[in-house]
């Protein structure tokens, strides 16, 4: 049997969303050449990162804070067109004009150590060795599903943000939306209209925040966020930190009693939730509106991983092994922010590559 042919770069990039198509702008701009130099890897089937999975209802409009990738302005967008059709439709301008060459559908099954101070990187489309590694994987391929006590037994339908397709599939239904996150908020203004009936239920009461997103409020929020993964604890969203912004769609959504919270609910039963104090809400639908957990699963190999549960990262390098860095992850997971850290990854990286002989690294392993 043949053996695979390991083809040598200096940098892989795991992932097109706006992390890596602003670390790949930032490898072209230095004067890393695509393909030669540095590939871009992306498992999904076309442009537009997890912007071409959201619902269809889910417009352009509605999108808080999209900020536009470096090089290039997202102009004259309809703000009435799903948000899936206009940020594809941008990252695919994006890609080419400046010549990314992004290669997809590629899954990238695991990086490991290899020959030399090089990494390995498996894919379904061979293996790659590389100096360095920015892994720009985002969170949407892991929606965190929490379990309670009777799950099981639900005779209903269940089903996570990420199956969304619109508050149609919900007419005539009753509804109990699990989250208090922007996703979970929007879902209920969506469904109101067409369910029998909605419950909100959250494990803390939702926070909403008066008055507009100032950069020192951004940079608060990312700052505690950025404590966190420096610690080596899982990343909070910056959302969780800064509240819900207090619009005049979620206005109109407290005057009409659709976002009256209630706690989480005990247990889930054939036909409904209940609680301890014997409430109980006969439901037909539970959307997990829980959000999404960092898609690492293929860093394993390295034992990247701190007791906290986490990837300790400094800026966007990870503090275990100077080769890899992670973009949008934690801190840098807002679209401003990973930007930002497109432009500090790539800085590290070539500072790495030119102090750095092409033979072996030390690092350390964490447990």
Do not use: C
């Amino acid at each position: 049997m043949a053996r695979e042919q390991v083809r040598e770069v200096e940098v892989v990039v795991v992932g097109a969303g706006q992390a890596g198509l602003s670390s790949a702008y930032h490898l072209r701009r230095t004067g890393f050449e695509p393909e030669r130099d540095f590939v871009v890897l992306d498992h999904a089937p076309r442009p537009g990162g997890a912007w071409q999975f959201r619902w269809p209802s889910l417009t352009y409009g509605k999108v808080h804070g999209m900020h536009a990738l470096p090089g290039m302005e997202l102009t004259d967008a309809d703000p009435d067109r799903p948000s899936s059709d206009v940020v594809t439709e941008y990252f695919d301008a994006y890609e080419h004009a400046f010549d990314l060459r992004v290669r997809r559908p590629v899954d990238v099954k695991a990086v490991r150590e290899g020959d030399a101070g090089r990494l390995l990187v498996e894919t379904s489309d061979g293996t790659w060795s590389t100096r360095a590694l920015i892994n720009a994987t985002g969170t949407w391929d892991r929606p965190f599903w929490p379990r309670y006590p009777g799950q099981e037994t639900f005779r209903g339908r269940q089903l996570h943000t990420a199956q969304y397709a619109g508050p149609r599939d919900f007419a005539g239904q009753r509804v109990v939306v699990v989250g208090g996150g922007a996703s979970g908020t929007q879902h209920l203004l969506e469904i109101a209209p067409y369910a029998a009936g909605t419950t909100w239920v959250t494990r803390r009461p939702p926070v909403f925040r008066e008055g507009p997103f100032s950069e020192d409020v951004g940079r608060e929020a990312v700052a505690l966020v950025e404590e966190r993964v420096r610690q080596g604890l899982p990343p909070r969203s910056v959302v969780s930190v800064t509240g819900l912004p207090l619009n005049d769609a979620i206005r109109q959504g407290l005057a009409d009693g659709v976002l009256v919270r209630l706690p989480m609910f005990d247990r889930i039963t054939p036909d409904g939730v209940e609680w301890d104090d014997g409430r109980r809400v006969a439901t037909d639908v539970i959307l997990w509106a829980t959000g999404f957990r960092a898609a690492v699963d293929h860093l394993a190999p390295l034992r990247l991983r701190e007791p906290g549960g986490g990837i300790r990262i400094e800026g966007t390098r990870v503090a275990a092994d100077p080769r890899i860095h992670l973009v949008g992850y934690g801190p840098s997971a807002s679209t401003i922010g990973a930007n930002r850290a497109g432009r500090a990854a790539v800085r590290d990286i070539r500072r790495l590559l030119s102090d750095a002989p092409a033979g072996p690294v030390t690092v350390e392993t964490a447990g």
